[in-house]
């Protein structure tokens, strides 16, 4: 009896395709019961198990609910457990972001103080895509914010590539700039790869180049950047103080500017990790198996809440707009995980928006400021 009704909990969820409660999507979303019964008695007496996952006081509350599905557990503690409503720690990336933000300002300011020089960002875009322009004017906002001194080249679509080369070595040569960066997409026109290996290294904040991304790549070698949304991702771990060492992790997505590199920085983080892609077969049962989830897909709600062990760590790095007629601006974003199942399964979880998004542009204001110091030889 006590079960039915804590499954009625869990059907209800706005990650089905059609946004509704439905019971079509319902078998997928729960972990068969004699699975709950297994984790739950690992939760509670398997101590290396707590402690491979690092948990927090808090973090309790979601294994807690799962165990009220089990027979062991007298009738009280089952119905005082099924009164809390499970729930992960929400990352709260926008305020860690400004952690990150001030740190940088009180640097940027003692560096100017010492040797009188103020870090420089250039950004180029290319076209009108809304989206970009709103990252393009988010960083030169932030860039404000820490007193970072930012510049910004605009073209039409249609430009030649030559152009934004044109611009780059300009940049590349123009001692008052730290870090280019090169807004993608470009236009279809354009030659992706020729446009980021014209951006230096040293002044490569991106991370983009494939000097940088070979770097991380390889043993024994240090990228001098390393790209900033899988940075992000791996700085919201730090400081949430999760362990990373001899994890579990599985990486949803392997694009050169988010999967690929999250992954190896988990690696070198002494990780074992599986990268999950569009030709992965049952991906869930990958993802099953991870202590840390790091989503980059661009699937609006793929992972559900069955592809989530008990207690791991979520970072969902998507973005993607869905309507929403309710919005202003007729759209809302949403992540790659479904967000209502997933917090009740997993210890932590990062929300779209407020996640990894502020945590980016604040890894690049991070970079940049490393880079004037690099190059100015300012410690
Ligand atoms: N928060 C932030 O700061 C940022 C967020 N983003 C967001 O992150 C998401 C990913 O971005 P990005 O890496 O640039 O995207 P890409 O489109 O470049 O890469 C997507 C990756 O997902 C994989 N994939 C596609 N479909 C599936 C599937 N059904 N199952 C498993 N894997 C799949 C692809 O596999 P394959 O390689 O086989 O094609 C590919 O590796 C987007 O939503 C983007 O908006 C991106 C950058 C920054
Ligand atoms: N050369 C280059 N470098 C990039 O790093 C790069 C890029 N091109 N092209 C596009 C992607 C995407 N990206 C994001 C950055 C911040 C948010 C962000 O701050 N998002 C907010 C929400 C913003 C909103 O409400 O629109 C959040 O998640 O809270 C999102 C996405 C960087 N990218």
């Not at 319902?26 to 101590?47: E, G, I, M, V, W």
């Not at 940049?171 to 030659?191: E, K, R, T, Y």
Request: glycine fraction near 6%; aromatic fraction near 6%.
């Amino acid at each position: 009896m006590t079960t039915t009704s804590a499954t009625a909990k869990f059907v209800l969820s706005g990650c089905s395709p059609s946004s509704s409660p439905s019971t079509s999507t319902a078998p997928n979303r729960l972990l068969p019961f004699t699975n709950l019964n297994f984790k739950c008695r690992a939760f509670h007496s398997d101590h290396r198990f707590n402690r491979l996952l690092n948990f927090h006081a808090g973090y309790y509350k979601s294994p807690a609910f799962l165990c009220t599905r089990t027979a062991t557990h007298s009738p009280s503690f089952t119905a005082a457990a099924l009164a809390t409503e499970a729930s992960a720690k929400i990352i709260d990336g926008k305020s860690i972001a400004k952690d990150v933000r001030d740190e940088v300002a009180a640097e940027v300011s003692r560096m100017k103080e010492a040797i009188g020089v103020v870090p420089g960002l250039a950004v180029i875009l290319v076209g009108d895509r809304k989206d970009s322009a709103t990252y393009v004017r988010n960083k030169k906002k932030a860039c404000e914010s820490v007193g970072i001194n930012s510049f910004e080249v605009r073209l039409p679509e249609d430009s030649p590539e030559e152009e934004v080369l044109k611009h780059i070595r300009s940049f590349n040569d123009d001692p008052a700039v730290h870090g280019i960066l090169v807004q993608l997409p470009l236009p279809s026109h354009m030659n992706e790869k020729k446009v980021l290996d014209a951006v230096c290294i040293e002044k490569d904040v991106d991370g983009f180049h494939p000097l940088n991304i070979g770097r991380l790549a390889m043993r024994d070698r240090e990228p001098l950047f390393v790209p900033c949304t899988p940075k992000g991702c791996l700085e919201l771990l730090h400081r949430q103080g999760i362990a990373i060492k001899g994890k579990r992790a599985v990486v949803i997505g392997r694009s050169n500017i988010v999967g690929t590199p999250a992954a190896q920085l988990l690696q070198r983080e002494d990780a074992t990790v599986t990268v999950v892609h569009s030709r992965t077969t049952n991906p869930e049962e990958f993802t099953r198996e991870a202590d840390i989830i790091i989503a980059a897909v661009g699937k609006p709600n793929m992972v559900r809440g069955s592809w989530i062990k008990p207690g791991a760590v979520v970072i969902d790095v998507g973005i993607n707009p869905v309507e929403d007629a309710k919005s202003s601006r007729g759209y809302r974003l949403v992540g790659d995980v479904c967000y209502e199942e997933a917090s009740k399964i997993a210890s932590a979880i990062t929300p779209v928006p407020g996640g990894v998004g502020p945590m980016t542009i604040a890894m690049l204001l991070s970079n940049t400021l490393v880079s004037a110091k690099r190059i100015h030889n300012f410690k």
